[in-house]
Nanobody, 127 residues
Framework: QLQLVESGGGSVQPGGSLRLSCAAS????????IGWFRQAPGKGREGVSC????????NYADSVKGRFTISRDSAKKTVYLQMNNLKPEDTAVYYC????????????????????WGQGTQVTVSS
């Protein structure tokens, strides 16, 4: 059973930065797609970014392109989400999630494709 543990959330002012971490209990990330999702109060869970472990390809929601960067440290089995120029509308609980690749890997923002979820970490952007 894959376990994911997020860390790095907190409170920042608009324009600030945070880096979230997602540590995975696997021997290698190569067989998984790892995604970051967020859920603001009263809203549904939306995909923010994802990466394919096997080739490192990435995808981003339009709302975060140019501000957020997803990356991974294969040795540490950890995926990061660097968030710059944060806005109040980025306030949400952020979750990392994963599913094992079977066949062609797809970097998906569809939450229902993901089988494993972390516990979430709160990000608050406010002046």
């Amino acid at each position: 059973q894959l376990q994911l543990v997020e860390s790095g959330g907190g409170s920042v002012q608009p324009g600030g930065s945070l880096r979230l971490s997602c540590a995975a209990s696997v021997s290698t990330l190569d067989y998984y797609v790892i995604g970051w999702f967020r859920q603001a109060p009263g809203k549904g869970r939306e995909g923010v970014s994802c990466t394919i472990g096997g080739d490192g390809s990435t995808n981003y929601a339009d709302s975060v392109k140019g501000r957020f960067t997803i990356s991974r440290d294969s040795a540490k089995k950890t995926v990061y989400l660097q968030m710059n120029n944060l806005k109040p509308e980025d306030t949400a609980v952020y979750y990392c999630a994963a599913f094992k690749v079977e066949g062609q890997a797809i970097c998906s923002s569809n939450r229902y494709m993901y089988d494993y979820w972390g516990q979430g970490t709160q990000v608050t952007v406010s002046s």
